[in-house]
Nanobody, 126 residues
Framework: QVQLVESGGGLVQAGGSLRLSCEAS????????MNWYRQAPGKQRELVAK??????????DSVKGRFTISTISRDNAKNTVSLQMNSLKPEDTAVYYC?????????????????WGQGTQVVVSS
């Protein structure tokens, strides 16, 4: 099991910045990616940024050049994934969710698990 605790978020004016953080603890040794998703009112949840490693990151086109995902591992006990959001726009308003994907062998089978944070609200005013 993986426990996720998110922090950050809030209200900011357009053009401003916010930083989201998510601390993962528990069975983290088999985490293969740490990611951020968001869901705006009336819309489906969408991928914002994905981090497979320190050199393998993917961003949604809508946030490229403005958002940066980063991860920190501490003593194999806790991993933290952060999302630095700059030049925020009103259309970035959403609930942001931290996501962790685990992949591991159980006997001869590959198990895949996804864990989600509680969500944190980001509101960008125009």
């Amino acid at each position: 099991q993986v426990q996720l605790v998110e922090s950050g978020g809030g209200l900011v004016q357009a053009g401003g910045s916010l930083r989201l953080s998510c601390e993962a603890s528990g069975t983290i040794f088999s985490i293969t990616s740490m990611n951020w998703y968001r869901q705006a009112p009336g819309k489906q949840r969408e991928l914002v940024a994905k981090s497979y490693s320190s050199r393998s990151r993917v961003y949604a086109d809508s946030v490229k050049g403005r958002f940066t995902i980063s991860t920190i591992s501490r003593d194999n006990a806790k991993n933290t994934v952060s999302l630095q959001m700059n030049s925020l726009k009103p259309e970035d308003t959403a609930v942001y969710y931290c996501n962790v994907h685990r992949s591991y062998l159980e006997g001869s089978r590959v198990r895949n698990e996804d864990y989600w944070g509680q969500g944190t609200q980001v509101v960008v005013s125009s």
